[in-house]
C-alpha cells in the first residue's frame, strides 16, 4: 500500500515537474491561501463542507474541520495528502490543481510512520493548514 502510494506520487511529480508554474509561498498560511483558492468552493469557507457549489454535487462535500475525529482523534496527514492528490481524476468540475503539484518538492515525513516521501510543498501546506483547522 505505502510502495503503490510512493510509486504513484513519484509518477504524477515526475509529469508535474515538467509543468511551468510559479511556486506558492511557504507555510501554514500559504496553505490557507491555496485552500481558499481550490477548495473552499466546495468545502466551505470554514471546512464545514457548505461551499456554494455543495448543493450543485451527488455527494455532499466531508466537513474537513472533522477529519481527525472521524479517525480517533488523529489528523491522518498522509492519507489526507494522498486524497487530495487523488481528486484531480474524480470530478468533472475540479478547479485547476496544477500549483498544487507544479512547485518545488520537499522531503516530507510522514508523523505517524516515519517514512519519507517527495512531497510538493504546496500539497504539505495545504494539509498542514488542513490540521490546523480541526474540531473535537
Ligand atoms: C468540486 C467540489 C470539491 C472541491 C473543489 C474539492 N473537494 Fe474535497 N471533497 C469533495 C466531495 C464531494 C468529497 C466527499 C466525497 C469523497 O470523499 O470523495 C470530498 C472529500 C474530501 C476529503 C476527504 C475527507 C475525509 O474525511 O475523508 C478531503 C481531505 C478533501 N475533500 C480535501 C479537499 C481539498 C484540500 C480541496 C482543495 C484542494 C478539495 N477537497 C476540493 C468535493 C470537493
Known amino acids: 500500500m505505502r510502495a503503490a502510494f510512493a510509486v504513484s ?3 504524477l511529480f515526475g509529469l508535474a515537474a515538467c509543468a ?7 507555510g501554514v498560511a500559504a496553505g490557507a491561501q491555496t485552500y481558499r483558492a481550490l477548495c473552499a468552493v466546495c468545502h466551505g469557507p470554514q471546512g464545514q463542507g457548505d461551499g456554494p457549489l ?10 474537513l474541520t472533522r477529519i481527525a475525529a472521524r479517525n480517533g482523534g488523529v489528523f491522518p496527514h498522509a492519507q489526507v495528502i494522498a486524497r487530495i492528490h487523488g481528486y484531480p481524476g474524480q ?8 500549483p498544487l503539484f507544479a512547485g518545488p518538492t520537499i522531503g516530507w515525513r510522514d508523523p505517524q510512520t516515519g517514512a519519507v516521501f517527495e512531497t510538493p510543498s504546496a500539497l504539505v501546506d495545504l494539509a498542514d493548514y ?6 473535537a
Do not use: C, N, R, V
Open 20 to 26: 511551468a508554474q510559479a511556486p506558492l509561498p511557504s
Open 130 to 135: 488542513l490540521a490546523t483547522i480541526q474540531k
Open 54 to 63: 455543495a448543493a450543485q454535487l451527488d455527494t455532499s462535500p466531508s466537513d
Open 91 to 98: 470530478f468533472h468540475e475540479m478547479p485547476d490543481y496544477g
Open 9 to 11: 506520487l513519484f509518477g
